[in-house]
């Protein structure tokens, strides 16, 4: 579970896929993947992908493919290497050596896993059997928080309107679909499915389990589902801060929200004396709490129970991974196949040990030198976002200033932490897969309650230095740039400038404009939710964003689905605005001079390329279906597209003219930042 304004990011967990951007030296272009047939005119996107769509196939393993995944199988591949070098060290007893490797090696030892059954698990299910009031209920939720996917999970997250304490945040959950919308809409015949889908996967848990009437228990667990559903906020009004901001006090809750013991719940959390929270969706917590209080006992146990072996179905017998994969895999995002073991395993090592093998990380793979050319380029792009600010036609004057003050207090954090974290108090075991994960979310959310109601620490990352991605952090005010996301095709050293100003520069780009799109504009540069604007500039603002949310709502990624131009307002803004300002630091960069022609483009033209070609991807219906539900961004398509045709240098670089598919005349460009 992830607050939706913790962080706004690139991409959503990696979503695009993995090419062979292989790319002579000279421009940075990969121009094997043109399709020469498309006028960029028409197609910016097929212009510069359209062979590679049409001759790639999707791995059997993946639901989508693309640049994203490619650079995330290369980090894997590395942290593969490191992770196995560090078991074959075969460190002392807690050491990171000795974690790391038997993490590794325990998860990877299938047989050993599906001849101990269901042992390693059953003292968790024997305690879910064990309850037998509403107290042990709270009382066992609270000590899963961080484990087991329940109706109420919690996070740690600076308060909105004092970012230098940290404060317990609750948010909506429980259940096993995607998205609400999955139980809610009864018409749709691709939720239908999916539903279904979720129906044989819990009977196959439940029978696998040995439960009664497994097909009734399913329908008992989706039935109590249905009714959180019901109550669950939606994405578009999760997006709004100011209602997502409800602090109180855990008396206060206990009123407002009745039928659950909100005390033994929180206590149970390792949250005992708390003093203050933060309640996401107010509404939802009374519904939960109701659904809580007169719930059959004994169907939220089958409920839990349930959860607890889908949570921890990757570590149990075969049996139990085939219909794990059958369903999140197959059914959801439409994966022919599991990703190989070995890449399972990595992914759950960065997840518990991730800064331990990120710290090795870095040092093979990310010199200083690469830091410092990179903190050159976000510095450049700043300058440019200044000089964007003050040229507003749109903004009075003392919005301009308040602006221009958030932007002087961005904090850049690029590659890696100053501050490794700690692991000596995490207990991994040798041989014992399922439990290891389990401990290491619960030390997890154990170092997460511990800076409940203390001060924010600055210098702490939300990601590790091998993850593909990059994110705004609005109550931080910061901007940060994993390692492994700063190479080719978004970073080439060897490639042309213009390339790398329209891939990573409009990275850089998007995460600055993260700050001043229709979330991150309404905190200000201490990272405080406060109204900075006057009432006409946000309403100058506001219109602006109308505009293009019902530009993206005009797209349709699968015939009869349309984009949510409102919840992917704040990504469509980043890329417009992050495109906008790269170009602007682009042109900088030539100091006034033409660029040269290189591989038949002028430089303008090999920017909006090089922008083109970062969004190379395409993806399994299944998987766009689900996105299309869930995801605050576009679709790759439209990302790039969408952005360029809204943009004065693209139809100046390629001459656009009416008739052109990719026309848009200059009043009806929407221009923001």
Known sequence: MKNALRLTTLALLMHLGGSAMAAPPQSGLALPGFDKSVRPQDDLFRAANGHWLSSTEIPGDKSSYGTFVQLGDLSDKRVRGIVEELAKKKGKPGSVEQKVGDYYAAYLNTAAIDKAGLAPVKPLLDSIAAIENREQLAVWMGRQTGVINTPVPLTIDADFKDPTINRLVTWQGGLGLPDRDYYLKADDERLAKARGAYQNYLETLARLARIEDPAGAAKRVIALEHRLAEVHWDKVENRDPVKLYNPMTPAELIKQAPGFDWNAFFTAASLPGLDKLSASQPSYLVGAAKILGDASLDDIKLYLTLQTLD???????????????????????????????????????NGALGEAVGEVYVQRYFPPADKARMLALVNNLLA????SIDKLSWM???????????LSKYMVKIGYPD??????????????????GLRAAQFEWKRQAAKASKPVDRREWL????TVNAYYNPTMNEIVFPAAILQPPFYNTKADDAVNYGAIGAVIGHEISHGFDDQGSQFDGDGALRNWWTDD??????????????????????????????LTLGENIADLSGLQVAYKAYLRSLGGKPAPVIDGYTGEQRFFMGWSQAWREKAREERKLQLLTVDPHSPPEFRANGAAVNHDGFHEAFKTKPGDKMFKPSEERIRIW
Not at 384 to 387: F, N, P
Not at 396 to 406: G, S
Request: aromatic share 10%; no cysteine; charged share 25%.
């Open 463 to 466: 990601m590790t230095p091998q």
């Open 311 to 349: 949570g921890a179905a990757d570590t149990l017998p075969k049996a139990f991974r085939d219909a794990h994969f059958a369903f999140h895999g197959a059914a959801l995002t439409g994966a022919k196949s599991e990703k190989p073991r070995w890449q399972q395993a990595v992914g759950n090592v």
């Open 537 to 566: 500039d946000r309403k100058a603002f506001d219109a602006i964003g109308a505009k293009l949310v019902a530009q993206y709502e005009g797209y349709e990624p699968i015939p009869g689905k349309h984009l949510n131009g409102k």
């Open 419 to 436: 501050n490794w974290r700690n692991y000596d108090a995490l207990e991994i075991r040798a041989g014992d897969a399922l439990n290891n």
């Open 384 to 387: 440019s976002y200044k000089a």
């Open 396 to 406: 009075t004057p003392a919005t301009k200033a308040q602006a221009q003050d958030k």
